[in-house]
């Protein structure tokens, strides 16, 4: 029977939407005929669900928010089994997802494995694409979204550039030796700096289109779609920060300024809001020219947007 520990990273998630992912890793781990071990990390919030959990999941975490990468990565030390999953608390899994994924996975082999995530009946193309600036992303979503309806018609495991953290899959010792992730990404970005550097290791990354896991799309309110939008802005320059030439990186922080600009100004003239577009400058204006910037910090963010807003 083959071991894996599935991995939540809980930030004021309600029960019963944990509880409810929780249970369809359970169907999933019945079809596989797997023995799952289920980690929650209490990024805030989770330790008041300990009770109700217990005997099904394991709460584990200070309750403090640190970060994504820095909960999965204290996750990972201690899970105990061969193979590693990581879920989003608002996603389900399909019941033949870790059937899907165990029956690709040889621990001989340097591969990872991705899950198919789908909101709202569509595949999440960025889940798997790479990209550098706006217009790289705008050149290759037509093509790539054809190729990933493709694979999944065919269903057939194919190589990808990245994976995303939703859905990851690998073997415990080869996700320690990677990492996993980097905990200078605080929120987004860790995934595809994983990848990066994993292909870089020469490990494979492979989508696996029957391995299904249906992702929802969450409604945010707008101060919390600015803080998404500052948070995505970090995680991108710092991507071309570790990645890319610092000439390289410079001249796409131009491109995503002036991109970011008309995007605020078509907005305007929509008579839409515009407001979460333009909480990317700040977080332009803090990396500026700089190789390296401190590491985002959602509460130093929130306090400088408070001061900005008041009188």
Partial sequence: ??????????YHTPLAMIMDSIESVERAAEVAGADVEILVADNGGAAQHADALSGRAAVVGA?????FGDAVNDCVQMSSGEWVLMMNPDSRARPELLESLLRHARPSTRTFFGSLLITNGRAQVHAFNLWWSSLELLARKASFSRRLDEWI?????VPVPRLCGAGLFGRRADLLEVGPFDAS????????DFSLRARARGYDLILVPTAVIDHDAGTSSEGASE????????????????????PFALVARLEYTISTAAGV????????????RAARFP????????????????????SRSARKRTP
């Fill in 283 to 302: 977080e332009i204006r803090r990396w500026g020219v700089q190789r390296e910037a401190p590491r985002f910090d959602p509460v130093e963010w929130a």
């Fill in 185 to 192: 990404f605080f929120l987004y970005g860790e995934d595809v």
């Fill in 227 to 246: 803080l998404v939008q500052a948070a995505r802005t970090d995680a991108h320059l710092r991507l071309l920060a570790h990645h890319r030439p610092l």
């Fill in 63 to 67: 309750g403090r928010n640190v970060g």
């Fill in 153 to 157: 018609e065919t269903s057939i495991p």
């Fill in 1 to 10: 029977m083959s071991a894996v520990t599935v991995i939540y990273v809980a």
């Fill in 265 to 276: 100004l078509t907005n305007l003239l929509r008579g839409q809001v515009w407001r979460a």
